[in-house]
């Protein structure tokens, strides 16, 4: 039971701890222009540029449907929970937004002072152009950005990142509750379910791949395990409080890579620096140029690059293919008319829920994937010389 209260403090310490507020990601993707200045007239939108000038565009006209865009805009992060949209109004769920100016200082607010990116809030917006496109900026009287403040805002990643932890600590805790409850006896209910997952990370991947030191990262890695999965599932579900990107965010993936670089580095033993900076390989191939031992010291950097990019694009993937499949209506729709959103519909629904049961699967292999790759890390990290 030890085990399973310490992987409660460690999914706060991924969720909440590790991963950044980025900010650096388009907002609801509903944006076409926004108000920078509190008493702007509507379609002046911050741009970077000196004089950002009115676009000349009605601020209500319908624009034409772009599928890279509309693609795009619901795999990113946001500042707020987007829900839906009926006609000129949208359905969001505000976060919160955390800056801090060098000039102002520190400033809290809900997202919904931007109005879904139509407005400034307090001399802050929203850009949607320029090298800032995405990002809050700091703005003067004449609409033009002044600087870019610090964000530690709470964006949709973050949130279901803090959601999936939280709802993870309460079915564990329920779980060890139940265990202890019910000692000697047969599991049932929740237990049964998640018991033998435990089981599976322990017996199948910590102690065959670490050995018999294993319980010392045993914790650690029923927490990645259990965090990815409930991040990857989660997403798959267009509900709110659900559907975030989370694993798809290269944020995300990089702060659960470095978890794993840092607890490998600061694991190793001496056995394992020797073989990166003194390999046992005939002398020529480690003087006068160290060819091995800068081949073994770059491959410990890459370790961590490879788990993230190889999370981070298996995720992203099915949510863009899905994203693309339901954009085909209205590609058709726009091309043929009414009737050809009509007759590509039935197609484009049942791609999507194909794709979608087979990232539940994906979902899966990718938790173990990474706890696997980790626990053989820290298995290289602290193996004794034979």
Do not use: C
Not at 148 to 166: H, R, Y
Not at 240 to 247: E, K, L, R, S, W
Not at 314 to 339: D, E, K, Q, R
Not at 342 to 369: K, M
């Amino acid at each position: 039971m030890r085990i399973l209260y310490r992987l409660y403090l460690l999914l706060f310490f991924l969720a909440a701890g590790l991963v950044p507020a980025s900010g650096s990601f388009p907002g609801t993707g509903e944006v076409r222009g926004i108000p920078v200045g509190d008493e702007m007239p509507a379609g002046q939108a911050a741009s970077g540029r000196e004089n950002p000038g009115d676009p000349g565009d009605d601020a209500h006209a319908e624009a034409p449907f772009d599928a890279g865009k509309f693609v795009i805009d619901h795999v990113a992060d946001a500042y707020e929970w987007h829900i839906a949209t009926i006609g000129h109004t949208h359905i969001a769920v505000p976060l919160p937004i955390l800056l801090y100016s060098r000039q102002t200082g520190f400033h809290a607010f809900l997202s919904s002072r931007f109005s879904h990116g139509h407005a400034s809030w307090k001399g802050f917006a929203i850009a949607t152009q320029g090298k800032y496109e995405g990002q809050i900026v700091e703005i003067n009287a004449q609409g033009e950005i002044s600087g870019k403040p610090f964000d530690f805002s709470i964006t949709k990643t973050v949130a279901g990142a803090l959601f999936s932890a939280i709802l993870l600590v309460v079915l564990l805790m329920t779980m060890a509750r139940a265990t202890l409850k019910n000692k000697g006896q047969a599991p049932s209910g929740l237990q049964n379910l998640l018991e033998p997952v435990i089981f599976f990370v322990r017996d199948e991947i910590a102690r065959p791949a670490i050995g018999e030191h294993y319980e010392r990262f045993l914790p650690l890695l029923l927490t990645m395990f259990f965090f990815i999965l409930a991040d990857n599932l989660t997403g798959l579900i267009p509900i709110f409080p659900f559907g975030a990107n989370i694993t798809g965010n290269i944020s995300v993936t990089l702060v659960l890579a470095m978890v794993t670089f840092l607890v490998t580095t600061f694991s190793g033993n001496k056995h394992y620096w020797k073989e990166i900076f003194n390999p046992d390989v005939p002398w020529w191939m480690k003087f006068p140029v160290p060819l091995m031992p800068f081949v073994e010291f770059f491959g410990m950097l890459t370790k961590p690059f490879v788990l993230m990019v190889r999370l981070f694009a298996n995720m992203m993937a099915g949510h863009l293919i899905v994203t693309v499949f339901v954009s085909l209506i209205f590609i058709f729709s726009h091309l043929f008319g009414p009737a050809g959103g009509f007759l590509i519909s039935p197609v484009s629904v049942l791609f999507s829920v194909f794709i979608l049961l087979l990232d539940v699967l994906v979902s899966f292999i990718q938790a173990f994937v990474f706890t696997l790759l980790s626990a053989l890390y820290f298995g290289m990290a602290t193996a004794k010389h034979h």
